[in-house]
């Protein structure tokens, strides 16, 4: 994984989960719901879909699951094609930054217990948005996606490659903002959150790989 892409992911996200807490959270989801924009057919239907695809109803880990499992599998056939294991270690490794991303989601939902916008709007935005058992931040979605697509466009060799594989993960978030499920710092906290643990599973696999090659290279040594 390429760890300026990933570094560079890591500072847009922390800095408009920033702005969005400073500044920027209510102004959009009021801009919103004053306009017509709010629950776009396209948004709704589009993230319908690639709900489906990705079996996340089914349940937030199958993906990530999937991904190890055949990540493994893989590196396991590989041996000297270099062009199977550097696949195998892509999917691995987009398999334990997703995995990794849920989990830290999970525990900041329950941490910080943040009001979802509709919610906070629907009160008469009387109700403190913090610490009163909603599940707004960090987001769900954002960390699924985010954590799949993001290690996987950050092994892309090619830039119109990242773009591409990005674009599902910012349609996701654009989409949950766009239906009043989250604010703005909650899908970029999770875009963080994938940027992070993509660079520490980056930094896991070179040094696992380092050790395999120095392994292998006393074993022919000793032959």
Known sequence: MSRRFLLATAL????????GLLVLDI???RLIQ?????????????????????????SFWLTASVMILGGAI??????????LRKLALALLGAGLVQAASIGLMML??????RVRPMAWL????????????GGSFPSGHGAFYFGLFLPLAAAAPRAWQRAV??????????????????FLSDVAASALI????????????RHWQANEHDSEAIRASRC
């Open 12 to 19: 847009i996200a922390g800095i408009c989960m920033i702005a």
């Open 27 to 29: 102004p959009i989801v």
């Open 34 to 58: 004053a306009s017509s924009i709010g629950n776009a057919p396209l948004f709704e239907h589009g993230l319908d879909a690639l709900d489906a695809l990705f079996g996340i109803h089914v």
């Open 74 to 83: 893989l590196l396991a056939l590989a041996r000297n094609r270099i062009r």
């Open 108 to 113: 900041g939902k329950t941490a910080f217990g």
């Open 122 to 133: 629907e009160s008469g935005e009387m109700f403190p948005l913090w610490f009163v058992g």
């Open 165 to 182: 594989l990005l674009a599902p993960p910012l349609f996701v978030i654009a989409a949950r903002i766009d239906m009043g499920k989250h």
């Open 194 to 205: 994938a940027a992070c643990m993509a660079l520490l599973v980056s930094a896991a696999l």
